[in-house]
Each structure stands twice: as C-alpha cells, then as structure tokens.
C-alpha cells in the first residue's frame, strides 16, 4: 500500500505551480488626475522581474486609502505574456493593538514594576482591546497590567505598509514594464480666486490658485497633474470601467501647453499642468491656474426686503393675507458682477472655489472687502460675487394696506423705500417675491418680471436722498 500511495504523492507534487518570488521596482511615470470630489486615478508604471511560471509581486508605496477594487494591471512590454491570477490588498498594519489583538491566546510575557522591583511573568493573553487586557499567569490573572507586555512572534499577515500583493503567470522570463493604476481617496483639489477690484470699481484683476491636499496615505513624486472639474458620478460597480475609459482618453492626449491647459473632457473639464510636479502626502499645494487682468465689473446693490417671508411661503407655512406687515430686513447687499468672457479677458471655465475680494486704493493700498463662492461656471456665463452689505444704502419694506375679496383671493399695497447717504446716486435693484396667480394692478416703477413670483425694480436713488417704491398686487389660489 505504501509502495502505491508514495510514487502517487511524488506525482502531484511535480505538477503542482511552484510559485516565485517576484520583484517590483519603484513607480515611474506617475501621472495623477485628480477630481474636486475628494478622490484621484493614479497611473504608474513600473520594472517588475518576474520568473516563468506563478510570480508573487508585493508592491508596498501604494496610497493607504486605495480602492481595492479599483486597481488594473497590465504588462506594456508584453500584454499576452502576464496574467493576473490573484490580487489581494493587504491592509493590517503593524502596531501595538494589532500585534497584541492577533496574540491573543499565545505566550507572552509581563514585565511590571512591583515595591521597586522589575518582576517578570509568563502567562496566556486572553483579551486585549478597548474593554482592557487580561493575562492568565501561573498564580492568578492580571487585568490590565502596567508595564512591558512582550510576545513570543509576529503574528502572520501583518505588514508594516499598505500593500497590493499579485499572483502573477508568465509565460516567460524577463523584466517586464507595467502599469498599475488605481482610484485613491484622500486626495482632493479646489480653486481659490483672488480678486482686485481698481479704485473707481470699474475692473478686477483675477488670479486663480489650484489648492492640493494629500491626505492618501501616499507620496506622487515627479508626477503628471490633471485636475478634472465637474460633478462626475461615482456609482461602485461602474467603477472599474470608468477608470478604464478614462485611462484610454489620456493616453490619447498630445504634450500639455504652457501653464494649465483646459479641455472639455466628455461633461466636465479637464485642466493639465505643463511639467510635473511633487505631491507629497500630508501636504498642501497652491500651484496658479490662470490670471487675467483689467476684467469689467459692475457693482450692485440688491434690497430684497421679504426674502425671509418668501421663504416661508415656499416651504408652505404661508397662505395670502397672513404675511407681517412690515419687514425687519434692512440690508442692501452689494455684488460685483462680471461676466466671463474672451472680450472681457477671460472667457474660460471656471472651476468652483471661494473668491477673495479686496480693493486698491488710489495711494496703492489694498483692503479686504468680501469674499463669496463660485459654482462651475461655464464660459459667456456670469459669475456674482455677494461680497457683504452696504453702510450707507438702506432699505425699509412694508405692507400699507390689505383687502380680502374672497376666500381665495387678496389685494395688497407695498411701499419699498430707499435711502442712499452716499455722496453719489447709486441705483438698486428691489426684488419682489409674490406667488400664487398674481398680477400687479399698478406701480410707481417701471419693473421686470423675472420667473413667476420674482419681480424686480431698477431704482436710482440721488445722493443724500430717498426714493419710495409702492405697487398694489391682487393674487388669487
């Protein structure tokens, strides 16, 4: 029996894969595209020696907050040559409480301090963790011990980095260059405007700063940047495909032109940096995305006096008739308006981000006066800055009279005032919100209709001097 079992074993044991122990060198040819989303896809390549037959490949400067199932693999040199077989993503890293956490139930030994004396036992771990350790020893058990705790072994599958580790066939042996590529969290990118504003308001000198955060787990050195902006979808199993997609569009892309260029890449905007750059992790980058100089602007003065009651309506705790009488908003607000386009010496995309404001003085001075966020902003389109409320422009709204017709339907009289205390006439634009079927049966002001329940009226005020707007508006429900 044994004669039959031993040449048997002898047998399977010759045709069973033996696995070798590849090597991998280090990334290359990092190029890295980053989305306003708080995540990025990296693409590397790298020198990896591998045997004919099964290779074992561990890759250990990956990012700490990789995608797992995000990662793709292909060999540039010979891409019928390699196949993937296995991919595993090794994350347990080494420390105390995983060290201690995977022991338990194994020798270890205690060394404490007891009346001046270093005293050592051996027992078993039995718990460690947040609800404390306890170690069996030969005269009793010890809950959470003061002093040097010292295990016998590394406990197996520990390792001290974030590591992809491939079982990787080759048909035959050689060094191969690969590519590896892979979404990361923990990488994010915003733009930050700061806008000067000339003396007599008339034109804004724009610079744009592109703001990186590292925060993978991992450091991109020399590497391609593109920034992708835009509200790109992410839905896990279409991941991998997206990446893939996205790996084929750049790989077509011609050499990036001075500064950042910009492209519309499929519904978003694709902005690449001439060179290469450094992006280490726990770090934060500010690299210039465009500037342009002597933009037109407009300042606004914008009294919207029942903003707070329009929005109670549109949450559905009003019904005509039962609005206060008058409002306690005072506020005129001030915008600067721009429009972004190629005659104003812009005419770009524009990625969102926040907008620094300040204004120059005639002695050359600068001073901070607001800042606001911006949306995407799409070329030709304008952009409005809310920078804050003006000091010397007031507004007061108020209800002079109401009359019900029926249970469905009202009349009521508003009178807007407005007085300017600026040396200069301003002119402000009140904003009228009014719902249900509504129509005005007179005004003292020419207005504009602007959607179904906003109307506005352009109003100049003198310096020194006040303005009253009043109109009568009948709504039926």
């Known amino acids: 029996m044994k004669r039959t079992i031993l040449p048997l074993i002898v047998a399977m044991l010759a045709v069973g894969p033996v696995v070798a122990q590849g090597t991998a060198g280090k990334a290359t040819d990092v190029e890295l595209t980053i989305y306003n989303q708080s995540f990025a896809l990296v693409k590397e390549q790298r020198e990896m020696s591998l045997a004919q037959g099964v290779n074992n490949i561990a890759v250990k400067d990956v990012a700490a907050m990789i995608e797992a199932t995000s990662v793709a693999f292909k060999s540039l040199t010979d891409p019928s040559a390699v196949v993937v077989r296995e991919q595993n993503y090794r994350y347990d890293l080494i420390s105390p409480e995983t060290i201690l956490n995977k022991s338990i139930g194994k020798q270890v030994k205690v060394r404490r301090i007891i009346d001046g004396k270093v005293v050592e036992e051996q027992g078993v771990l039995l718990s460690s963790g947040q609800s404390g350790r306890v170690i069996r020893t030969a005269t009793g058990v010890i809950i959470n011990p003061y002093g040097e705790i010292e295990v016998t072994e590394l406990p197996e599958g520990l390792v001290s980095t974030p590591t992809l580790v491939w079982k990787l066939e080759a048909s035959k042996a050689g060094t191969h260059n690969t590519q590896v590529a892979y979404l990361t969290n923990g990488i994010s990118w915003m733009a930050d405007y700061v806008a000067v504003v000339d003396p007599l308001d008339k034109y804004v000198d724009i610079t744009g700063w592109v703001t990186l955060t590292n925060e993978s787990g991992a450091t991109y050195e020399n590497a391609s940047l593109n920034l992708m902006a835009g509200d790109v979808r992410r839905v896990q199993k279409a991941m991998r495909e997206e990446m893939l997609a996205f790996d084929r569009a750049l790989a077509a ?19 690449t940096l001439q060179g290469k750059t450094t992006v280490r992790d726990k770090e934060t980058k500010q690299i210039t995305l465009m500037t342009a100089a002597r933009v037109p602007a407009t300042k606004v003065y914008i009294y919207d006096g029942r903003r707070n009651w329009w929005g109670s309506v549109r949450y ?17 607000n001030v915008l600067v308006e721009i429009a972004n386009t190629e005659a104003n010496n812009l005419g770009i995309p524009l990625p969102k981000g926040r907008v620094r404001v300040y204004k120059q003085e005639a002695s050359a001075n600068q001073h901070f006066i607001g800042e606001d966020e911006i949306d995407h902003t799409p070329k030709d389109e304008k952009v409005r800055l809310y920078l804050g409320d003006a000091f010397d422009v007031v507004g007061e709204h108020t209800r002079t009279n109401f009359r019900r017709i029926s249970q469905t339907e009202v009349e009521e009289s508003f009178e807007v005032t407005l007085r300017n205390h600026k040396d200069a006439p301003v002119t402000v634009t009140v904003v009228e919100h009014l719902t249900g079927d509504w129509r005005i049966l007179q005004s003292s002001h020419k207005y504009a209709k602007k959607d179904g329940s906003t109307v506005e009226f352009a109003v100049e005020v003198p310096k020194d001097g006040e303005v009253k707007v009043t109109y009568t508006a009948r709504t039926k429900w």
Do not use: C, I, M, W
């Open 253 to 271: 892309r011609g050499a990036p032109e001075p500064q950042f260029t910009e492209k519309s890449f499929f519904e978003y905007h694709l902005y």
């Open 316 to 332: 559905g705790s009003y019904r005509p008739g039962e609005s206060y009488d008058v409002s306690a908003n005072k506020k005129v």
